[in-house]
């Protein structure tokens, strides 16, 4: 158990860090390289300021029409993504971790408010995957694919929290919770969820179109 | 009417369109889809495709959505995936049946109206990607009968509705001896170099609503504009073509446009009350010929009334006393915020307007543009079907006093028209230009 | 073109008052001035739907129920598009073409003025007619007009097979062609657009599209064997009859002669392609980027360029100079031979190049006033309204002809003092 768990910790640790950041990047520099071609005026139009004006208006909850029009998910939604991003980075047990490793270390949430945000993001997901499945709109854009995304975000956070918790086998818990981490990480680039990155330039460019161009709002 | 109604039946197309679907194989279909994926989409569509998270936020946005009881296969994610993805995951191997559905949808159940880009939170832009799918049923040769024809009409005479060089200056002349009863030196000045503007029109206007040239010529000369228009090509600002995927006859016809501008020597091209026209010029037209902006500018009816309105080169004489409701057109309102000029005109030309509900930029598309209507009767009761929320909407403003409906879009014209008659909903249809030329002082006759 | 030498060049200044016209008329229209400045010359009303032409105050004889296009020749003639009784023909100074149609329109001129060509409707059949004789057949449609330079020869696109609209099965089988003084070539294509004839008048070329989406040129009805994505006008090298066109092939458009790709770039944009006159230079309007136009000289680019648009490129006579508008910003710029001029205009109006290309001369407007600019001085008058410049033969001299406060002037001014 050691070995496995020294492996996943260790070099599967890396690789997933790896794909995680090279992806991102290939992807970028995809991007940039193939922006011209074969439309040769996407870079043309950008504004910075109606790209950023289009991003704030989208980042701000209820400040959009169709924010507005979908209480429930945009609470959901906007409480989902924040624990997302901020419980793995603000975990004590995480930035313990990296203190040992290279001695970097930030300020941390208390445990009771990390537990409370994980259960907010499994909920979320268990929110996401019933909507997915009752709403008509919804269930008739969805595929398997979302399901298993769903999986994929929700999984890091169970087993976390069942491993924090000591809840059946601590050790294969934790060696769950590494993978099921990694495997997100690794699946972000390489999947939808690459909307963490790709939401910020298609926003852009519909924010420049209509500031720019149309002299239109976009929310 | 009793084409219409057969061939609204779902599975079945106009006898054009199915004689092209009937030549289709699997390895044409395959052929021309990798064809068009890999070398004409790029990054934009990549994003697009690898952006949307299936969310369905974007379904309320849509009026064919809406107006099919939320039925999901009419929202703008759903028609995606009935068109796009599924072609995409199956690499191009789809059979007959999927095109003529892809026909359906692409062509008639989306207006390209850019409704939806304000509801997704990634403003994704599905008429973008519905413009894909036409394109890619233009290289198979399965555009429905009535716009292809209108793009073969564009291809020969450069204006919409296959008028010919001398029927055009006839009619332009015609319409200047018309109005010449009514201001004795009136004058259409064909041709006039160095003119400060050259006036455009679409064919229609020539073909069926000459008044609309009649009127335009009454407000240019009372409001001492020195303007002329083209009298060889150049003289349509129209484009079917651009709906239809056929991308290099719309750069031809645009070019023809801006061309005539150019020869002309003048400061600026106003065009009369129509919006696909205005994205065609100042939109996609430009973009496919290399020019980022319109090279000339391109003033649009509303915005060239609001400046007369506001300059007082035409001065209201009465205001128009019935309450008054405003549409605002896709495309030169989310195409080109005109929204704020439009309700300036209103309320210079009328006692009193009452807005839609939703209005500005989340007005409901007329459910005619993007070329729907373009293709044809047999569609049409599908087209009106699909649109009961505009009805709603136009029920809802006549509720609050609205008799009048102006329209300033020669498509939404057509559309609304056959929405208040469809659903019964009483209300008067008006360009703003004949409003002005009802309302305003006209010159003393000597 | 036309022998200038004739023309009064001594210097001074003549002029027509035109105060009175108005008077005279009910409404006077566009004043034009004839290429040597002496004359000039608008439609006008007499009485309602009774027209004439007003020339140096003078009407002609004959008053018509309609009159449009007047323009004069390059060779001082006067010629208008006329109807009376419903019928429509030509009137030069004054008399018209025995020939009447339904409808004329669509006038071309030869370079030296002699020679007339129109587009005429009659029966609503469709033809060209030249110097008062038409075509022995006519076409059910008819879009798209040459007339040779030397004014000899006459073309257009035509329908000859029939197809209602609505029958787009029978006109993707091809409907139309090219027909040069109403012979019509025998293949037939989807669509045929701008013709040229060759300088010898042996050849006619035509863009045209095989089916929806197969463009190319073809040349006496023999399509390059080379398809592309689209094509552009084509033109005649001015000696060895080669012809050359803009084509778009792998999304760029690049230069083709012949069906060969001659220059070794594709641009966002390239078309307006002009041969000096001694052929031995090809330049043309491009865009390199999106959104960025300049003048391509044998496919080397001017280190200038423009946001919005180049237009009106043209070579000296002499083939040592080319100009071209550039405009950015919406003003107006001029550029000779990669240099553009400081001065920036709200408008300027094509070039003229004297005939030893030294000087080059052009009409321009800043905030409702015309004045010239020479060789990048301004003249110092600014006028209501100023016609093209005219060079004299030798370029020492510039006829400028404009309106100031109603008189017209008719100025011979010497070229060095207004460019220095
Ligand atoms: C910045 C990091 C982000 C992360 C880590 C992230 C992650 C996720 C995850 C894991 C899901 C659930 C996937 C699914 O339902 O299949 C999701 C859904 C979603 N995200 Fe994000 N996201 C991020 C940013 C954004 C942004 C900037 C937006 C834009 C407003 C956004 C909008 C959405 C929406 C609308 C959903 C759909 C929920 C559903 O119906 O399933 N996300 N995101
Ligand atoms: S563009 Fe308009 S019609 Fe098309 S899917 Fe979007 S909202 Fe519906
Ligand atoms: S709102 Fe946008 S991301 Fe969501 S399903 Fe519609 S297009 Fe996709």
Redesign the pocket.
Same mark, same amino acid.
């Given at each position: 158990m050691n070995v496995i768990y020294q492996f996943v910790a260790g070099p599967l640790a890396w690789a997933a860090f790896i794909l995680f950041l090279s992806g991102i990047f290939l992807r970028m520099i995809q991007l940039f390289v193939k922006v011209n071609q074969p439309e040769k005026f996407l870079l043309h139009y950008f504004s910075l300021r109606y790209g950023l004006r289009s991003i704030i208006r989208? =980042?701000t909850p209820f400040a959009t029409t169709n924010w507005r029009k979908h209480p429930v $998910?945009t609470v959901v939604?906007f409480i $989902?993504?924040g624990c997302?991003?901020i419980t793995p980075v603000f975990l004590s047990g995480h930035v313990v971790l990296i203190d040992e490793a290279w001695s970097l270390s930030w300020w941390t949430l208390p445990d009771g408010l990390a537990d409370l945000m994980t259960l907010i993001v499994i909920g979320s997901?268990v929110f &996401?995957?019933i /909507?997915?499945i009752v709403r008509p709109e *919804?269930r008739f854009v969805t595929d398997a694919?979302? &399901?298993i995304? =769903?999986v %994929? *975000?929700a999984a890091p956070f169970i087993t976390g929290f069942l491993a924090y918790n000591q809840w059946f086998g601590a050790t294969w818990m934790t060696i769950a919770h590494m993978l099921s981490g990694q495997i997100l990480l690794a699946a %972000?680039p390489f999947t /939808? =969820?690459n909307? %963490? %990155?790709l &939401? $910020?330039f298609s /926003?852009a460019y519909m924010g420049s179109e209509f500031g720019k161009v149309r002299h239109a709002r976009d929310w | 009417m009793s084409e219409a109604q057969n061939l609204d039946n779902k599975n079945q197309l106009d006898t054009a369109t199915e004689a092209g679907i009937s030549r289709l194989t699997p390895e044409k279909i395959k052929k021309v889809v990798d064809c068009v994926i890999k070398r004409e989409t790029g990054v934009r569509f990549e994003t697009y495709m690898q952006t949307c998270?299936?969310?369905?936020?974007c379904s309320e946005a849509c009026h064919f959505y809406l107006s099919h009881d939320n039925d999901p296969h009419y929202s703008p994610a759903g028609k995606i995936k009935q068109t796009i993805w599924e072609l995409i995951k199956r690499k191009g191997n789809v059979d007959r049946d999927f095109i003529r559905r892809a026909v359906r949808i692409a062509h008639t159940e989306c207006n390209l109206c850019k409704r939806c880009a304000l509801y997704c939170?990634?403003g994704i832009d599905i008429a973008y990607m519905m413009l894909v799918m036409r394109r890619i049923l233009h290289k198979l040769a399965v555009t429905p009968l009535y716009i292809q024809d209108t793009a073969h009409s564009h291809s020969v005479t450069m204006n919409q509705m296959w008028v010919k060089g001398d029927e055009w200056v006839d009619t332009v002349q015609w319409q200047e001896e018309e109005a010449q009863d009514e201001i004795y030196n009136l004058r259409i000045p064909l041709e006039k170099h160095g003119s400060e503007i050259m006036y455009s029109v679409i064919a229609p206007e020539p073909k069926f609503q000459a008044q609309l040239i009649y009127q335009a010529a009454i407000i240019m000369n009372t409001a001492g504009i020195d303007w002329t228009m083209p009298a060889g090509v150049g003289w349509d600002n129209s484009d079917m073509a651009m709906y239809t995927g056929d991308n290099e006859i719309m750069g031809r016809v645009k070019r023809a446009h801006f061309e005539a501008a150019s020869r002309l020597k003048v400061k600026k091209i106003v065009m009369g009350e129509c919006g696909h026209a205005y994205r065609s010029v100042a939109d996609m037209g430009n973009r496919w010929l290399g020019w980022s902006m319109p090279p000339v500018p391109v003033v649009h009816a509303i915005e060239f009334y609001y400046d007369l309105l506001k300059s007082g080169k035409i001065k209201i004489a009465k205001k128009y006393e019935k309450p008054v409701t405003l549409h605002d057109p896709c495309n030169v309102v989310r195409g080109a915020g005109l929204h704020e000029k439009a309700r300036y005109v209103a309320n210079q030309l009328c006692d009193k307007v009452v807005e839609m509900i939703p209005n500005r930029e989340h007005n409901y598309c007329c459910g005619a543009g993007g070329g729907v209507i373009n293709c044809g009767p047999a569609f049409k009761l599908s087209r009106t079907e699909g649109n009961s929320v505009k009805a709603e909407q136009l029920f809802n403003a006549k509720s609050r006093g609205a008799m009048t409906l102006i329209a300033p879009c020669h498509n939404c014209h057509s559309g609304l028209h056959d929405i208040v008659h469809h659903y019964e909903v009483g209300l008067e249809l008006k360009f703003f230009s004949d409003i002005i030329y009802e309302c305003m002082e006209k010159p003393e006759d000597k | 073109m036309t022998d200038k030498s004739a023309w009064d060049w001594d210097k001074g200044d003549k002029t027509i008052d035109t105060t009175g016209w108005s008077a005279q008329y009910k409404w006077v229209e566009e004043l034009h001035a004839a290429p040597d400045g002496q004359t000039l010359a608008a439609v006008v009303n007499v009485d309602q739907g009774e027209f004439t032409v007003c020339v140096n105050a003078t009407s002609w004889e004959k008053t018509f129920d309609k009159i449009w296009h007047l323009r004069f020749l390059n060779d001082g003639r006067l010629t208008a598009l006329v109807s009376a009784m419903g019928q429509w023909t030509v009137a030069v100074d004054g008399s018209c073409w025995d020939n009447t149609f339904g409808f004329v329109w669509n006038p071309l001129f030869s370079n030296n003025g002699k020679h007339i060509a129109v587009a005429v409707q009659r029966d609503m059949r469709y033809c060209m007619a030249l110097n008062d004789e038409s075509w022995k057949t006519d076409f059910a449609n008819m879009t798209y007009f040459a007339l040779s330079p030397d004014g000899s020869k006459t073309a257009a696109c035509v329908q000859v097979k029939d197809a209602d609209s609505g029958q787009i099965q029978k006109f993707q089988k091809g409907t139309f062609t090219a027909a040069i003084d109403g012979k019509p070539w025998e293949q037939t294509f989807v669509n045929v657009w701008h013709l040229a004839i060759s300088p010898d008048n042996r050849h006619l070329a035509a863009e045209v599209r095989l089916n929806l989406y197969d463009y190319t040129i073809a040349v006496d009805a023999k399509p390059w064997e080379q398809i592309y994505q689209s094509v552009w006008e084509p033109v005649f090298h001015p000696a060895d009859g080669s012809v050359t066109a803009p084509v778009k092939s792998d999304g760029k458009w690049h230069m083709a002669r012949d069906g060969k790709i001659i220059w070794n770039r594709g641009f966002v944009q390239l078309w307006r392609q002009r041969f000096s006159p001694d052929g031995s230079k090809l330049a043309a309007i491009v865009a390199p980027k999106f959104g960025r136009w300049t003048v391509a000289v044998d496919q080397e680019l001017w280190a200038v360029s423009a946001k919005q648009m180049v237009t009106d490129l043209a070579f000296s006579p002499d083939s040592s100079k080319i100009a071209a508008l550039f405009k950015s910003g919406g003003y107006w710029k001029i550029a000779v031979d990669g240099d553009l001029w400081s001065r920036k205009f709200d408008r300027v109006f094509t070039p003229v190049f004297s005939s030893d290309g030294r000087s080059l001369a052009a009409k321009v407007e800043t905030k409702g006033k015309y004045t010239l600019v020479v060789n990048g001085k301004l003249w110092q008058q600014s006028c209501d309204m100023i016609w093209d410049p005219v060079f004299s033969p030798d370029g020492d001299k510039i006829l400028i002809r404009f309106m100031k406060d109603g008189i017209y002037h008719r100025r011979i001014e010497l070229t060095s003092n207004i460019s220095g």
């Amino acid at each position: 158990m050691n070995v496995i768990y020294q492996f996943v910790a260790g070099p599967l640790a890396w690789a997933a860090f790896i794909l995680f950041l090279s992806g991102i990047f290939l992807r970028m520099i995809q991007l940039f390289v193939k922006v011209n071609q074969p439309e040769k005026f996407l870079l043309h139009y950008f504004s910075l300021r109606y790209g950023l004006r289009s991003i704030i208006r989208w =980042l701000t909850p209820f400040a959009t029409t169709n924010w507005r029009k979908h209480p429930v $998910f945009t609470v959901v939604t906007f409480i $989902f993504h924040g624990c997302l991003l901020i419980t793995p980075v603000f975990l004590s047990g995480h930035v313990v971790l990296i203190d040992e490793a290279w001695s970097l270390s930030w300020w941390t949430l208390p445990d009771g408010l990390a537990d409370l945000m994980t259960l907010i993001v499994i909920g979320s997901c268990v929110f &996401f995957g019933i /909507r997915r499945i009752v709403r008509p709109e *919804v269930r008739f854009v969805t595929d398997a694919s979302d &399901f298993i995304l =769903l999986v %994929i *975000v929700a999984a890091p956070f169970i087993t976390g929290f069942l491993a924090y918790n000591q809840w059946f086998g601590a050790t294969w818990m934790t060696i769950a919770h590494m993978l099921s981490g990694q495997i997100l990480l690794a699946a %972000i680039p390489f999947t /939808r =969820l690459n909307h %963490i %990155i790709l &939401f $910020f330039f298609s /926003r852009a460019y519909m924010g420049s179109e209509f500031g720019k161009v149309r002299h239109a709002r976009d929310w | 009417m009793s084409e219409a109604q057969n061939l609204d039946n779902k599975n079945q197309l106009d006898t054009a369109t199915e004689a092209g679907i009937s030549r289709l194989t699997p390895e044409k279909i395959k052929k021309v889809v990798d064809c068009v994926i890999k070398r004409e989409t790029g990054v934009r569509f990549e994003t697009y495709m690898q952006t949307c998270i299936h969310c369905g936020l974007c379904s309320e946005a849509c009026h064919f959505y809406l107006s099919h009881d939320n039925d999901p296969h009419y929202s703008p994610a759903g028609k995606i995936k009935q068109t796009i993805w599924e072609l995409i995951k199956r690499k191009g191997n789809v059979d007959r049946d999927f095109i003529r559905r892809a026909v359906r949808i692409a062509h008639t159940e989306c207006n390209l109206c850019k409704r939806c880009a304000l509801y997704c939170p990634f403003g994704i832009d599905i008429a973008y990607m519905m413009l894909v799918m036409r394109r890619i049923l233009h290289k198979l040769a399965v555009t429905p009968l009535y716009i292809q024809d209108t793009a073969h009409s564009h291809s020969v005479t450069m204006n919409q509705m296959w008028v010919k060089g001398d029927e055009w200056v006839d009619t332009v002349q015609w319409q200047e001896e018309e109005a010449q009863d009514e201001i004795y030196n009136l004058r259409i000045p064909l041709e006039k170099h160095g003119s400060e503007i050259m006036y455009s029109v679409i064919a229609p206007e020539p073909k069926f609503q000459a008044q609309l040239i009649y009127q335009a010529a009454i407000i240019m000369n009372t409001a001492g504009i020195d303007w002329t228009m083209p009298a060889g090509v150049g003289w349509d600002n129209s484009d079917m073509a651009m709906y239809t995927g056929d991308n290099e006859i719309m750069g031809r016809v645009k070019r023809a446009h801006f061309e005539a501008a150019s020869r002309l020597k003048v400061k600026k091209i106003v065009m009369g009350e129509c919006g696909h026209a205005y994205r065609s010029v100042a939109d996609m037209g430009n973009r496919w010929l290399g020019w980022s902006m319109p090279p000339v500018p391109v003033v649009h009816a509303i915005e060239f009334y609001y400046d007369l309105l506001k300059s007082g080169k035409i001065k209201i004489a009465k205001k128009y006393e019935k309450p008054v409701t405003l549409h605002d057109p896709c495309n030169v309102v989310r195409g080109a915020g005109l929204h704020e000029k439009a309700r300036y005109v209103a309320n210079q030309l009328c006692d009193k307007v009452v807005e839609m509900i939703p209005n500005r930029e989340h007005n409901y598309c007329c459910g005619a543009g993007g070329g729907v209507i373009n293709c044809g009767p047999a569609f049409k009761l599908s087209r009106t079907e699909g649109n009961s929320v505009k009805a709603e909407q136009l029920f809802n403003a006549k509720s609050r006093g609205a008799m009048t409906l102006i329209a300033p879009c020669h498509n939404c014209h057509s559309g609304l028209h056959d929405i208040v008659h469809h659903y019964e909903v009483g209300l008067e249809l008006k360009f703003f230009s004949d409003i002005i030329y009802e309302c305003m002082e006209k010159p003393e006759d000597k | 073109m036309t022998d200038k030498s004739a023309w009064d060049w001594d210097k001074g200044d003549k002029t027509i008052d035109t105060t009175g016209w108005s008077a005279q008329y009910k409404w006077v229209e566009e004043l034009h001035a004839a290429p040597d400045g002496q004359t000039l010359a608008a439609v006008v009303n007499v009485d309602q739907g009774e027209f004439t032409v007003c020339v140096n105050a003078t009407s002609w004889e004959k008053t018509f129920d309609k009159i449009w296009h007047l323009r004069f020749l390059n060779d001082g003639r006067l010629t208008a598009l006329v109807s009376a009784m419903g019928q429509w023909t030509v009137a030069v100074d004054g008399s018209c073409w025995d020939n009447t149609f339904g409808f004329v329109w669509n006038p071309l001129f030869s370079n030296n003025g002699k020679h007339i060509a129109v587009a005429v409707q009659r029966d609503m059949r469709y033809c060209m007619a030249l110097n008062d004789e038409s075509w022995k057949t006519d076409f059910a449609n008819m879009t798209y007009f040459a007339l040779s330079p030397d004014g000899s020869k006459t073309a257009a696109c035509v329908q000859v097979k029939d197809a209602d609209s609505g029958q787009i099965q029978k006109f993707q089988k091809g409907t139309f062609t090219a027909a040069i003084d109403g012979k019509p070539w025998e293949q037939t294509f989807v669509n045929v657009w701008h013709l040229a004839i060759s300088p010898d008048n042996r050849h006619l070329a035509a863009e045209v599209r095989l089916n929806l989406y197969d463009y190319t040129i073809a040349v006496d009805a023999k399509p390059w064997e080379q398809i592309y994505q689209s094509v552009w006008e084509p033109v005649f090298h001015p000696a060895d009859g080669s012809v050359t066109a803009p084509v778009k092939s792998d999304g760029k458009w690049h230069m083709a002669r012949d069906g060969k790709i001659i220059w070794n770039r594709g641009f966002v944009q390239l078309w307006r392609q002009r041969f000096s006159p001694d052929g031995s230079k090809l330049a043309a309007i491009v865009a390199p980027k999106f959104g960025r136009w300049t003048v391509a000289v044998d496919q080397e680019l001017w280190a200038v360029s423009a946001k919005q648009m180049v237009t009106d490129l043209a070579f000296s006579p002499d083939s040592s100079k080319i100009a071209a508008l550039f405009k950015s910003g919406g003003y107006w710029k001029i550029a000779v031979d990669g240099d553009l001029w400081s001065r920036k205009f709200d408008r300027v109006f094509t070039p003229v190049f004297s005939s030893d290309g030294r000087s080059l001369a052009a009409k321009v407007e800043t905030k409702g006033k015309y004045t010239l600019v020479v060789n990048g001085k301004l003249w110092q008058q600014s006028c209501d309204m100023i016609w093209d410049p005219v060079f004299s033969p030798d370029g020492d001299k510039i006829l400028i002809r404009f309106m100031k406060d109603g008189i017209y002037h008719r100025r011979i001014e010497l070229t060095s003092n207004i460019s220095g």
